[in-house]
T-cell receptor
Framework: AQKITQTQPGMFVQEKEAVTLDCTYDTSDPSYGLFWYKQPSSGEMIFLIY??????QNATEGRYSLNFQKARKSANLVISASQLGDSAMYFCAMREAGTGNQFYFGTGTSLTVIP | KAGVTQTPRYLIKTRGQQVTLSCSPI?????VSWYQQTPGQGLQFLFE???????NKGNFPGRFSGRQFSNSRSEMNVSTLELGDSALYLC??????????????FGPGTRLTVL
C-alpha cells in the first residue's frame, strides 16, 4: 500500500486565489511527521511546512497552512493568495518512527498559477 | 548558513561507465540521504547515512553505493551505468537521524544523463 497518496496530478488556480492540494497518508504508527515540499522547474526541493502527529493545531508558515485531519489521515496543503511563483510541483511526505524515520514521498501535484 | 550543495550539477555518461556524485550537507547536519527522481518512478529513496554509517537502504541494485566521510560529506557511486539510471539525483541533509520531527533539506540535485 502507498504510504502517501496525492490524487491530483495537476491543478490550476487563478492568481491571488487560494488553492488546496490534497494528501492522504497511511500509517499505524502513532508517531509520525508530515511534510510538504515545493519543486520548481529548476529541480531543487524546497521545504514548506511540517506537521507532527501529536500537534493539536494546524501548522502555518506565511501563506502556507496545513489542514491536518488525523482521523481521516489527511494533510492537505492550503496556499493562500497564489502568486505566479507558486507554479511548481508539490510533494507531500511522511516519516514514521516505526520504519527508522525514512521519508516517504507522494507522486506530487503540479500547480499552475494563471495570471 | 549555506545550504546543501551537490556537485556536479550535470553529467553525461555512456552505458557501462561509472559515476560518483558528491553532496555537502548543511553545516552541523550529520544525516545525509540520497534519492533518485525520474518521471516514471517519481522520488525513490536510495540510502541514508549518519555518522559515516548507512542507516537505511532503499530497493536498488548493488551497483548503487554510497559512503559518508567524517565531515558528513557524502558520495554516491553508480557502477556499470544503464540507460535507466538517467535521473535527477537529490541529496538531502538533516541534523539528526531517526527523529520524526527532523526536517530534510535538499540540494539542487545532479542531473545524470546516460547515453
Amino acid at each position: 500500500a502507498q504510504k502517501i497518496t496525492q490524487t491530483q496530478p495537476g491543478m490550476f488556480v487563478q492568481e491571488k486565489e487560494a488553492v488546496t492540494l490534497d494528501c492522504t497518508y497511511d500509517t499505524s504508527d502513532p508517531s509520525y511527521g508530515l511534510f510538504w515540499y515545493k519543486q520548481p522547474s529548476s529541480g531543487e526541493m524546497i521545504f514548506l511546512i511540517y506537521q507532527g502527529s501529536y500537534d493539536q493545531q494546524n501548522a502555518t508558515e506565511g501563506r502556507y497552512s496545513l489542514n491536518f485531519q488525523k482521523a481521516r489521515k489527511s494533510a492537505n496543503l492550503v496556499i493562500s493568495a497564489s502568486q505566479l511563483g507558486d507554479s511548481a510541483m508539490y510533494f507531500c511526505a511522511m516519516r514514521e518512527a516505526g520504519t527508522g524515520n525514512q521519508f516517504y514521498f507522494g507522486t506530487g501535484t503540479s500547480l499552475t498559477v494563471i495570471p | 548558513k549555506a545550504g546543501v550543495t551537490q556537485t556536479p550539477r550535470y553529467l553525461i555518461k555512456t552505458r557501462g561507465q561509472q559515476v560518483t556524485l558528491s553532496c555537502s550537507p548543511i553545516s552541523g547536519h550529520r544525516s545525509v540521504s540520497w534519492y533518485q527522481q525520474t518521471p516514471g518512478q517519481g522520488l525513490q529513496f536510495l540510502f541514508e547515512y549518519f555518522s559515516e554509517t548507512q542507516r537505511n537502504k532503499g530497493n536498488f541494485p548493488g551497483r548503487f553505493s554510497g559512503r559518508q566521510f567524517s565531515n558528513s560529506r557524502s558520495e554516491m557511486n553508480v557502477s556499470t551505468l544503464e540507460l535507466g539510471d538517467s535521473a535527477l539525483y537529490l541529496c538531502a541533509s538533516s541534523s539528526l537521524a531517526g527523529v520524526t520531527t527532523d526536517t530534510q533539506y535538499f540540494g539542487p540535485g545532479t542531473r545524470l544523463t546516460v547515453l
